[in-house]
């Protein structure tokens, strides 16, 4: 589950030398999966120290809820597909969070590019 490592990031190795630079930027994508994952997944983040404050909607571990968590402790957001869901559209839009809209495989080398330079300056 690539998508907890944002929130592994910023609290879990928050203190190793080796990522105290490190910046976050999640690709989010249209697949995702029905239903939700095993609900002890809050309990075993929980267990690693991650502060409860910190896992949002994690209790109900959807989809949606994972990546909007992730969003939230990422420095930058890409959008990797073409659709994703309204909701998820929104909460990109207004996370705060600068984010680089879908962009074709044609284009994609130089926005891709632009925005990493944007998140590291």
């Known amino acids: 589950m690539a998508s907890l490592l944002p929130i592994y990031m910023k609290h879990y190795y928050k203190n190793e030398a080796l990522f105290s630079d490190t910046k976050v930027v999640i690709s989010v994508y ?62 990109i839009e207004t996370s705060g969070k600068p984010f680089l809209p879908f962009t074709p495989k044609d284009q994609f080398a130089e926005a891709y590019t632009g925005f990493y330079g944007k998140i590291l300056s």
């Open 30 to 91: 249209g697949q995702s999966f029905e239903g939700t994952l095993n609900p002890e997944l809050i309990n075993k983040m929980l267990f690693d120290n991650i502060p409860t404050e910190s896992l949002g909607s994690i209790e109900q571990p959807s989809y949606e809820n994972i990546i909007q968590t992730a969003i939230n402790h990422s420095d930058g957001v890409i959008v990797g597909s073409e659709f994703l869901t309204e909701s998820l559209t929104k909460y």
